[in-house]
């Protein structure tokens, strides 16, 4: 949202991938084919945030030519300059990285300075964990043993695990326990993280199961895919005319405060009263973050003189927004969902940001997507103290889809 820089994967990363680069690529005959992804199943602070940086600087080339391709197609060319994307390709020959120029499309950063944009073919695109991740690895240790085609190693890893079964039995039994069905899933997924790191062979067993599972692997995809097209592109167009339709006027001569106020119960009424709520879900399901609320809300503020900042950061964390006019005269709104499992601190958290942005009087919304989200959240202002704030500098946005009839069966 405000530039291509990211925290990179850092020296302890590179180190770890230097030490393991034989383990990702060897893939012991067993599965099909490589996948460098593998190697997250080594790291423990692995994640598929690690597993798209390390794909985007393996492909970037590929990338930019996709990008650039595209962009001289469908995009007009004030919105496209020709940019150095650094290590763009992999010199064998030097064995090193080299740049390269695209034509590429742009944004320009909060800094005035112009960074380019690269686009993502959405076959390859996941919105969830990879395919191959650390995680499914050790919830799918059943179904990895099943594809194990080695008869000894097979039979070995079922005895080990078996065994640890048969112990955790024969102790509650003597401890005239009950014997729990979850106490035995963690037992085997123990032993079988034992079994791991005697037999590492078991990671390309793995791998080989999750291919022969690759059809649901791009069903997967696909409805990750579908579901934030759907959020992004269907839902915000929905919402945009809807901003358009009701037509809010602007008071330019409010405080930052209450024009704060008046926006955001505009889009309270937006969100409850004219089905805006719909734009929040997809196939039935909830699909709302509080980034995606953030952005929807920011839908809100066309055509205003008042300076919005989303998430800006003086000193001691970012605030959602910061409505101002002028360094006097500006106000804090902070988002949250009610599921949010630290919603209670979310009163100190907008004190910490008055001070450092030497603001008074802040607005929090918080979206409830349940009657039981709305309740508790209701309780836990009152128990704060904060009861007679609600619809002044506190405002409940009911979100659910299970409670607003039509107006010709209500």
């Not at 990750?224 to 809010?248: A, P, R, V």
């Not at 505009?266 to 805006?276: A, L, M, N, P, T």
């Not at 809100?300 to 002028?326: C, H, L």
């Not at 802040?362 to 039981?372: P, V």
Request: net charge neutral; charged share 30%.
């Amino acid at each position: 949202m405000t530039g291509n820089k990211g925290a990179a994967l850092g020296k302890q990363y590179a180190r770890f991938l230097y030490r393991h680069i034989r383990f990702a690529v060897n893939s012991n005959n067993i599965s099909k084919s490589r996948h460098i992804e593998k190697i997250m199943l080594l790291y423990d602070g692995s994640g598929k945030d690690k597993i798209s940086d390390l794909t985007v600087n393996l492909i970037k080339g590929f990338l930019c030519s996709y990008t650039e391709k595209f962009a001289k197609q469908y995009i007009e060319p004030k919105y496209i300059k020709k940019m150095v994307v650094e290590k763009a390709e992999f010199n064998y020959g030097t064995e090193s990285f080299v740049s390269r120029e695209y034509e590429l499309p742009y944004i320009v950063n909060e800094n005035g300075k112009c960074e380019y944009v690269l686009l993502t073919p959405k076959d390859m695109l996941r919105e969830d964990e990879p395919a191959i991740n650390r995680k499914d690895f050790f919830d799918s240790y059943d179904d990895v043993r099943k594809v194990i085609d080695n008869e000894s190693l097979r039979a070995y890893v079922n005895n080990y695990i078996g065994k640890a079964v048969f112990d955790y039995e024969n102790k509650q039994k003597q401890n005239k326990k009950a014997i729990l069905e979850s106490s035995i899933r963690k037992i085997e997924k123990q032993a079988f993280k034992e079994l791991v790191r005697e037999y590492p062979i078991l990671y390309d067993y793995y791998i080989k199961y999750v291919e022969n599972n690759s059809e649901q692997v791009c069903i997967d995809a696909r409805e990750e895919c579908n579901e934030e097209l759907m959020k992004f592109y269907e839902n915000s167009k929905t919402l945009i005319s809807m901003f358009h339709k009701l037509g809010y006027i602007s008071n330019e001569k409010l405080e930052a405060r209450e024009e704060a106020k008046c926006r955001l119960k505009f889009f309270k009424h937006i969100i409850e009263d004219c089905d805006g709520y719909r734009a929040l879900y997809y196939n039935g399901k909830q699909i709302a973050k509080e980034t995606d609320l953030q952005r929807l809300f920011k839908l809100v503020w066309y055509g205003t003189s008042y300076k919005v900042d989303a998430e800006p950061n003086n000193g001691r964390g970012e605030a959602d927004f910061i409505v101002s006019k002028g360094s006097r005269n500006q106000n804090i709104i902070e988002f949250k969902l009610a599921s949010n499992s630290k919603l209670e601190h979310v009163f100190t958290q907008v004190k910490i940001y008055e001070a450092a942005n030497c603001s008074e009087g802040s607005l929090i919304a918080i979206f409830c997507f349940s009657e039981e989200e709305m309740s508790d959240s209701i309780k836990m202002i009152n128990d704060k103290g904060y009861g007679t704030s609600i619809g002044e500098s506190i405002f409940l946005i009911d979100c659910r889809n299970d409670n607003k009839k039509s107006a010709s069966i209500a």
